[in-house]
């Protein structure tokens, strides 16, 4: 059985697999190039929290670590879910980091949550890795809410719908 600490690391590791997946699909529809960097300089540091999150599952040994791994892809899928409820072919490139938005915030409020947890219960462990990951997922946020301004103002406001 996990721990609150525990829950909240798989929680984080489960979005941080999600938002690779995100980040591609955004870009899919992203005509801006500047934004399309961003959204590939988020897919790498994506990939890097996974690794961390991954290699601090495995602290907790085999079983345990088996059972962190399974909750972080339940993450995952129910993310996964939403994102196929959102991108349609009509989703357009507002509407898409849109989505991205929510995830990063998502990501933001469970970093921050498993920061003040990890500080308690293990400031060398999880709460080093918190230490690490909160300013990136801040960093995607603010991306996130910068580049909704650079996609509508690169929108013709009263152009057709998107797709």
Not at 13 to 27: P, Q, R, S
Not at 32 to 51: G, I, K, S, Y
Not at 92 to 110: D, I, Q, R
Request: charged share 25%; glycine share 8%.
């Amino acid at each position: 059985m996990l721990s609150v600490l525990q829950e909240k690391l798989g929680e984080a590791h489960g979005l941080a697999i999600a938002a690779t997946t995100v980040t591609v699909h955004v870009a899919e529809r992203v005509p801006d190039a500047e934004l399309r960097v961003e959204l590939e300089r988020m897919r790498r540091e994506t990939e890097e929290t996974r690794a961390r999150c991954l290699a601090a599952e495995q602290e907790y040994g085999s079983e345990l670590g088996t059972e962190l791994l399974a909750h972080a892809n339940t993450v995952k899928e129910k993310a996964a879910d939403l994102l196929a409820a959102w991108f349609t072919r009509g989703t357009g490139p507002l509407a898409a980091w849109s989505f991205l938005a929510m995830g990063e915030a998502a990501e933001v409020a469970t970093w921050a949550a498993l920061k003040e947890l990890g500080a308690r219960a293990d400031p060398e462990g999880v709460g080093a890795l918190a230490e690490w990951g909160l300013p990136i997922q801040e960093r995607h946020l603010r991306v996130a809410l910068e580049g909704a301004v650079r996609l509508a103002e690169l929108s013709d406001p009263l152009a057709a719908r998107w797709g």
